[in-house]
Structures are given as structure tokens and as C-alpha cells.
């Protein structure tokens, strides 16, 4: 048996949300909203009893609201960056790229990746050496690179050979020597 009050809180679970409820919320929501529903825009588009192109939309829903967070902060750029390349390399492993739409490219991830990154693998390297050593700063720019890189082991499997794909597989041994 159910209250009204259970019944509330089930209306006001954006989990529980048809896209398009979703989607209107999104447009108006700012700050710990637009995680929520970016959680819950995720969440069904992991479902799996879910039709592919389904998911597809329900993923773009949370990077929109993924994005529109980095608008309304002023900041997190690593937290949203992160976020947004986990999400996109996941669609692209596991319901298969799409070169008609940037954020299912696997070019277009790859090249993305590459220009947030602020130093190179070898740069990362050195100072993962004696990272104890340094200060705050540098051990956050090399965390915030290993954040960065986390979506390659997924994401290089549909990569051709080349140059990009040379320069991310530095990047994924360099990583696991990252603090």
C-alpha cells in the first residue's frame, strides 16, 4: 500500500522521468539538479532493456546536463571534462561509434582528449617520478591527467592506426604512473 506521500516523492525522482520530462527539466535546472539528472539521463542510458537509439538519447540528455553544469559553476572543467569523455567513450565501446555525430566519434573523442591535455606523456612521466616531492599543484595537474585519460583503454580499440591513436596509447602507459 502506498501513501501520498510515497507517491510524491516518486514524482519528484527524475529517475523515474520520461526523456522528455527530463529534457524540460534540464533546460531550467542549475547547480546539484543538473547532476541529479545527469545521473538519472545516465542511468538509462546503461539500461539495457532500453532500444539502443533510446539509450543513445538519454545519453546525449546527460551530456547536456553533464555540460550545462560547467556553465553554471564557473568551474569543475576537470570533473565535467571527465565525465563527459567517460560517457562518450562508454556509447561508442558499447552501442558502437557514429561518425555523423561528434559525440560518438571516436576521431572526434580522441582529438578532444588530446587538446585538454596540458603536457605530454613523457612531461607526466618525469614527474610522476618523484611526485611526493611536489607541490599541490603539480600532484592536481597530474591527478587531473590521469582523470583525463581514463576513457582510453575503451576508446582505442576504435581508433585507426596513426599519430592520435600513437600519442593516447602513450598515454595509457603513462597513466598508470600517475599519483
Request: negative net charge.
Amino acid at each position: 500500500m502506498s501513501s501520498d506521500a510515497d507517491q510524491e516523492d516518486l514524482a519528484r525522482d527524475p529517475s523515474t522521468w520520461t526523456l522528455e520530462q527530463l529534457r524540460t527539466f534540464v533546460q531550467n535546472a542549475r547547480g546539484q539538479q543538473l547532476e541529479t539528472a545527469r545521473v538519472a539521463a545516465q542511468g538509462h542510458a546503461y539500461d539495457s532493456a532500453h532500444p539502443q537509439e533510446d539509450r543513445r538519447q538519454w545519453a546525449k540528455l546527460s551530456l547536456l546536463a553533464n555540460r550545462l553544469m560547467l556553465a553554471d559553476s564557473g568551474g569543475r572543467l576537470t570533473q565535467v571534462t571527465h565525465q563527459d569523455f567517460m560517457l562518450r567513450a562508454w556509447v561508442i565501446d558499447r552501442l558502437g561509434p557514429d561518425d555523423t555525430d561528434p559525440d560518438w566519434s571516436p576521431a572526434v573523442l580522441a582529438a578532444d582528449t588530446l587538446d585538454a591535455l596540458t603536457i605530454t606523456p613523457a612531461q607526466a612521466a618525469a614527474l610522476a617520478d618523484g611526485w611526493r616531492y611536489l607541490t599541490i599543484e603539480q600532484i592536481r595537474r597530474l591527478r587531473w591527467h590521469k582523470n583525463l585519460t581514463a576513457h582510453l583503454e575503451a576508446l582505442l580499440g576504435h581508433l585507426a592506426p596513426g599519430h592520435t591513436r600513437d600519442q593516447l596509447l602513450a598515454w595509457t602507459s603513462t597513466r598508470r604512473l600517475l599519483p
